[in-house]
């Protein structure tokens, strides 16, 4: 090959292999979050860029440096870096709170960050996210949470942790900055770059640095959030974290979890996975119960949480999980062989059954390879002989059994083979077996 294009740094190719992981984790996540009685939506991946300006907060990383703009005309637009604000705007532009009810919404879509790309850091990722708007029940965090919980452990995944923390309400979060502020202020030069940077713009991200010789500063300085809460936010903690012990949810109290958006306030969680790397956190969420005011509603708390589906997919127990059909495979031998099997091709996929063929081998042995390649729990096969004797060459590849079958009798039989669970489509076609 000469020259091929490759794809823009940071974005992946989702291939087949993973694509069904992917899916498959999709449509497990869609089946809970409806029993949890949440809604789909699905919002716009470009929305105006002011609107993040305003709910992730103009001095986080995300605003700063990760934002891919489109400027057309007077507009300034964003590839969505999250969906929170997007479904908010959505929530109050269409009228969904009129009724003063808690609406809840689940979301897959594709994301955009402009990160220096790594080891499950992509700049077009997908979020697979749940939003409760309309409660400040601490209850409502504790379904929240084990909602996640839940959701990772259908979709077969182990070995994750719950971190989980409480910011306190807005009022709780200015007088601990301060408090830090003044804590931090006369150790700043210890810090690492980032995190003399971070002195100014949000202070909280010191306590969460990486950086180790930061990590062993703030342990040090045995700082306590807890301290610096209203008693109300206390209550409301305390609350969660009795609820979830009650319903055997696993956690893991992180006196240092802070989150990199500014929207949050009280409870905040982050699940991570021992098998990723730096960027450990499958998921992560929180209340947010200023935004919706915020972004011009009524005061509304809200809570929600979202996952990255591509590092979900780097946790490999969530491969094991995806349930296939059983293939039959069916090799076609000589031209009026392969024209007869074309009818018999169709006929097999409008019973519902999966099945293929390879059009261009001629070889037996070949296409017996390709079959046991492609896993293949029965194959077919259809020579000249067979069809001037209107038969078909039936072989189990587990058992090594072969027989014939007559042909107009290979659907009922393949069908009578519980294992393949077949289900016809709805459309058929005419003249089939
Ligand atoms: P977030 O922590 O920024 O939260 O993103 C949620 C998850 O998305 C992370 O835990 C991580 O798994 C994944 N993720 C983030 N950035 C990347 C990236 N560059 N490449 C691959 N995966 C990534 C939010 O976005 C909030 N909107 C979550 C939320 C919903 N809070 C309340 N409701």
Redo the contacts with the bound molecule.
């Keep these: 090959m000469s020259f091929v294009f490759r794809a823009v740094r940071g974005t992946k190719d989702i291939l087949p292999d993973e694509a069904e992981y992917l899916r498959h984790i999709e449509v497990k996540a869609r089946e809970i979050s409806s029993l949890y009685g949440y809604r789909e939506v699905i919002t716009p991946v470009i929305e105006n860029r002011d609107l993040f300006v305003r709910s992730l907060g103009k001095d986080t990383e995300?605003i700063g440096k990760q934002m891919f703009i489109i400027e057309r005309g007077d507009d300034i637009i964003a590839l969505r870096?999250?969906?929170?604000a997007g479904v908010i705007r959505a929530y109050l532009e269409n009228n969904l709170n009129s009724r003063n009810l808690l609406a809840k919404f689940y979301y897959f879509g594709p994301?955009f960050?402009a990160?220096r790309p790594q080891k499950?850091?992509?700049?077009q990722?997908h979020?697979l996210?749940?939003?409760a708007v309309g409660s400040s029940s601490p209850l409502l965090d504790v379904e929240i949470i084990s909602l996640a919980e839940v959701i990772l452990k259908n979709i077969g995944i182990s070995g994750f942790k719950i971190k989980i923390n409480t910011l306190g309400c807005v009022e709780d979060k200015k007088a601990f900055a301060e408090k830090l502020r003044v804590i931090l202020g006369g150790k700043i030069s210890d810090f690492c770059q980032d995190c003399r940077e971070r002195f100014d713009r949000n202070v909280f991200r010191l306590l969460d640095c990486k950086n180790s010789s930061c990590k062993n500063i703030i342990l040090g300085l045995n700082i306590k959030r807890t301290d610096y809460l209203c008693g109300e936010c206390l209550e409301h903690f305390d609350t969660v974290l009795a609820g979830l012990k009650n319903i055997g949810v696993n956690y893991e109290e992180s006196a240092h979890l802070v989150?990199?958006?500014d929207y949050?306030t009280r409870t905040v969680f982050?699940?991570t996975h021992s098998e990723l790397g730096a960027?450990d956190?499958?998921?992560?969420?929180?209340r947010?119960d200023n935004l919706v005011e915020e972004l011009g509603g009524e005061p509304t708390a809200a809570?929600?949480?979202?996952?990255?589906v591509?590092?979900l997919l780097l946790v490999s127990s969530a491969k094991c999980q995806v349930p296939s059909k059983d293939l039959v495979f069916l090799i076609a031998l000589g031209k009026g062989a392969e024209a007869a099997s074309v009818k018999l091709l169709y006929s097999l996929r409008q019973n519902g059954i999966k099945a293929d063929t390879l059009y261009e081998e001629k070889s037996l042995k070949g296409a017996m390879r390709r079959a046991n390649d492609l896993g293949a729990k029965y194959v077919l096969i259809l020579g000249e002989n067979e069809l001037k004797k209107n038969v078909v060459v039936f072989k189990d590849m587990a058992s090594g059994e072969q027989r014939e079958i007559k042909t107009e009798e290979v659907i009922a039989e393949l069908m009578a083979l519980a294992i393949l669970k077949a289900k016809p489509l709805p459309y058929r076609l005419k003249g089939q077996i």
Excluded: C, D
Aim: glycine share 20%.
């Design positions: 995300v870096p999250e969906a929170t994301m960050r990160e499950g850091r992509l700049r990722f979020h996210g749940v939003e989150r990199g958006l949050y982050e699940i960027q956190a499958v998921g992560a969420g929180g947010y809570i929600g949480f979202a996952f990255g591509e590092r």
